[in-house]
Structures are given as structure tokens and as C-alpha cells.
């Protein structure tokens, strides 16, 4: 049996190098073996990037309002006003407010928030957020939280002729004075105005804030 002769390492790099330069350009000029295959590459990689550029984008389906929403679409966007404040067991108080409502496509649902600050210095006062769930039959579930710890969970109904919305606290929680809250929404000339009364467990249901709110 003949014996297997093993290359030597000097005829390995010089069959390589052979190898490196068999290869040829356009103009038959010999080239490097991996000059080539980089050039190769970019040549795939340019096919495959003018044949994305040419393929066209997907669609995408414009946002569609919720028919439960519809009737409250008056609402989405940004307001921003100034407020006043009371109660039989505080000083009166101003503020400035800025309210906020979106709207999910194609979601049965408005979310909420609101940020009130001091008008002589912007230091922040209160902050509340939640969402609003309109029924077709004219009714209205919303829940908001506030930044003082307490929740509401409050149902109501609204009128889409006349842009109101009333609401009643069905639940106030982890309050330990705060028995029921009461809020009225409208549209008076262009401007969204909402007053909320509050009853305490000593204090029957009185005004407690009011303001007119601008869009912005």
C-alpha cells in the first residue's frame, strides 16, 4: 500500500495563494479570490436593497373612532383654563388646569387626566387620571384616581344633543372623610365648564370646584 504524502506547510500556503488569485474581473484582470467575493456581496446586498426600495408598503388602516365613543368625540384633546376652589372647611383657592382625553382606535373607551397647578408660582397642586367607558344607550361608567390616594368609581349618563355629562360616585375609596362626589361636564360658547361637589361625613354635598377650560 502506497503511503499518504502530507502536504508540508509551505505547499499549503502556496496552493492557497495560487487559488486566491484564479478568479477575474469584468475587464479579465485577475483579482484576489476574497477581493471578489467582498465585491460579490455588495452586489447581492445593493440587489437586495433596491428590491425592498421598490416594494411597496404595507397599508395601514386610518384610526377609526369607536361608535360608543363617537358621541363624546367633542371631549378628545387638550383643554386648559383656570378653576376656582372651596368648601365650608377651607379658604377659596384658584388654579390653573389643564385636562387631557384620548381616545384608543377603534376602543370603547376615553382615558383621562388632569393636572391643576398654583397660578402665582406653577408649583403643582393636584393631579387625577382614569378612563371613561360610554354606553350606546347614553350611559357612562368612569373610574379615576387621584394623586391624594383616593379612587371613584362613578356612573352617570350623557347627552350627545346637548354636550352634558352628568356623573355620581358609585364608590369613593380609601377616603376617611370624602363620602360622595358629584361631577357635571358641558360645552358653554366653545368651552368645556365642570363643576364637582363633594359631601364629607360631617359636611352635606356643597360646591366644591368650578372652571371653564379652553382647546388647545
Not at 30 to 47: D, E, G, L, V, Y
Request: charged share 20%; with cysteine.
Amino acid at each position: 500500500m502506497t503511503a499518504l504524502k502530507v502536504p508540508s506547510f509551505e505547499e499549503i500556503v502556496h496552493i492557497t495563494r495560487k487559488q486566491e488569485v484564479t478568479t477575474y474581473n469584468n475587464n479579465n484582470t485577475i483579482i484576489p479570490f476574497r477581493i471578489a467575493q467582498s465585491q460579490k456581496h455588495s452586489k447581492n446586498t445593493k440587489k437586495r436593497m433596491d428590491a425592498k426600495a421598490e416594494s411597496p408598503a404595507p397599508e395601514v388602516s386610518a384610526a377609526v373612532i369607536h361608535p360608543a365613543v363617537a358621541p363624546l368625540s367633542f371631549l378628545l384633546g387638550t383643554w386648559r383654563g383656570q378653576g376656582e376652589g372651596g368648601f365650608p372647611t377651607i379658604h377659596s383657592f384658584s388654579y390653573g388646569e389643564e385636562l387631557h382625553f384620548s381616545h384608543s382606535p377603534n376602543k370603547p373607551v376615553i382615558g383621562y387626566s388632569q393636572k391643576t397647578w398654583k397660578l402665582s408660582s406653577g408649583e403643582p397642586m393636584h393631579a387625577e387620571s382614569g378612563y371613561w367607558r360610554p354606553k350606546p344607550d347614553g350611559t357612562i361608567e368612569v373610574v379615576i384616581a387621584q394623586s391624594t390616594g383616593l379612587v371613584e368609581v362613578q356612573k352617570g349618563t350623557y347627552s350627545a344633543e346637548e354636550n352634558v355629562i352628568q356623573l355620581q360616585s358609585e364608590i369613593v375609596g380609601n377616603a376617611s372623610k370624602v363620602k360622595e362626589i358629584r361631577r357635571c361636564f358641558q360645552m358653554v360658547d366653545g368651552k368645556l365648564c365642570y363643576d364637582i361637589q363633594m359631601a364629607t361625613n360631617t359636611i352635606t354635598l356643597q360646591p366644591h370646584l368650578k372652571a371653564a377650560l379652553k382647546k388647545l
